[in-house]
């Protein structure tokens, strides 16, 4: 059983004056923002849960631990000020052990209108190291061993991640600097196409190019993991194809279950697990739908996770929820553009809209409710621990060794 997690109550950048040395927004709450909701299991199963969270190295493959304006208004204005907080109290009572954290990606408008560009990316990776430096809670994994501690010393490992290459434009050598700044996680392409290879919202993908190969190549010899969530379906079976490690669909769900770009079809989580890869299921607002479920909650989440395992098998399958704290559906309409949150919907699908994705509110609630999904629909301890991190934790001792 691991210890009880020492977050202290630590605040982002409490070492410094609100004021005087940056702006103060009212952030949304990181717990009880909304009405909470729990997967609903007797007293014993509830033992259960817990134990499982206590004993199993528990890692998410895919948020975003930013806290958001309780204004969504104002996350513009946020961003340009360049100071993200980290939601270290939400974190605290997720009951996870490690996490792929992707900062701002294509929404660090800090000098430009567009998102994506170099200068700005590293701002924003470099602010939040800074304040990641001054706590001991939260520490930056770049190796397994990194994350096994987290584990038995009641710490949260944080494995920072881009979802995508675009920032390094055509420099092959800024994947080495990324991996010198501690990126140990690399997206193909976001929506939008770049050097490497198509992006899902391009009408056409002609599939990972040669700049591309080289870039997989140099990841690979790296050890920085792959990730082609956003990638087009070509570029993404390519890259599956020429990358030497298992690559990962870190959030995302099936397309067979909900016509929208956003999922991937069969053809492509077939490869990556054929090639010994791993799919995160998603959770973002109005993503992983069914027609069983077109009311986006933990249920439709699940039929997705569930039509995965009978795809590919159990070990091949766990979860990259994609959360935040705060108004996330506010937050795609601000971001629709940058986004491409249309690339989401599903052509001449009507579904109802939701405020938030009950019991998938963030990652406070959602990773118990997952764990208590799994308890209640029989699966066994050793199927849970596999899919809550331990899939994960196998891929990456391949690809960075350690």
């Not at 499982?52 to 961003?79: A, K, N, R, T, W």
């Not at 994947?175 to 056409?204: F, K, T, W």
């Not at 040669?210 to 792959?226: D, H, P, S, T, Y």
Request: hydrophobic content about 40%; charged content about 25%.
């Amino acid at each position: 059983m691991k210890p009880a997690k020492k977050y202290n109550g630590y605040t982002s950048f409490q070492y410094l004056e609100p004021n005087v040395d940056y702006r103060p927004y009212r952030l949304a709450k990181q717990l009880g923002r909304v009405e909470p909701y729990r997967v609903e299991v007797s007293d014993v199963e509830e033992q259960r849960v817990q134990r499982l969270l206590g004993e199993s190295v528990v890692i998410s493959l895919h948020e975003h631990l930013m806290v958001i304006p309780d204004d969504v208004s104002q996350v513009f204005d946020y961003i340009r000020d360049g100071r993200i907080w980290t939601g270290y109290e939400g974190l605290a009572a997720s009951g996870l052990d490690a996490v792929f954290e992707n900062f701002l990606n294509g929404a660090a408008l800090i000098t430009s209108k567009m998102g994506w560009k170099w200068t700005d990316i590293i701002h924003d990776i470099g602010m939040r190291f800074s304040d990641l430096a001054h706590q001991d809670f939260v520490i930056r994994a770049e190796t397994v061993e990194d994350i096994i501690r987290a584990h038995d010393t009641g710490r949260v490992a944080l494995i920072p991640s881009l979802e995508s290459s675009t920032p390094i434009e055509n420099e092959l050598d800024r994947i080495d600097v990324l991996y010198g700044l501690g990126i140990r996680m690399l997206g193909i392409a976001y929506s939008e196409a770049n050097a490497l290879g198509c992006g899902l919202r391009e009408p056409n993908d002609g599939g990972l190019t040669v700049f591309g190969r080289q870039a997989v190549e140099r990841m690979n010899k790296l050890g920085i993991a792959i990730d082609v969530s956003h990638s087009g379906d070509q570029t993404a079976l390519d890259t599956i194809k020429y990358s030497k490690h298992p690559v990962f669909i870190t959030h995302a769900g099936a397309r067979s279950l909900w016509p929208s770009r956003r999922l991937k079809p069969d053809e492509v989580i077939k490869a990556c697990a054929e090639r010994g890869g791993v799919i995160g299921i998603e959770a973002a607002p109005h993503t992983t739908l069914t027609k069983q479920h077109p009311r986006h909650s933990i249920e439709s989440f699940m039929e997705h996770f569930e039509y995965c395992v009978d795809l590919v098998g159990i070990d091949h399958v766990t979860f990259g929820p994609d959360l935040l704290f705060g108004d996330h559906v506010g937050l795609h309409k601000a971001f629709a553009a940058q986004l491409s949150i249309g690339a989401s919907h599903a052509a001449g699908e009507d579904y109802p809209r939701v405020e938030y994705v009950e019991g998938l509110e963030n990652i406070a609630e959602a990773w118990p409710n997952i764990v208590r999904w799994l308890v209640k629909h029989g699966y066994s301890d050793d199927e849970i621990r596999k899919v809550i991190g331990g899939n994960t934790l196998r891929v990456l001792q391949e690809i960075w060794g350690r």
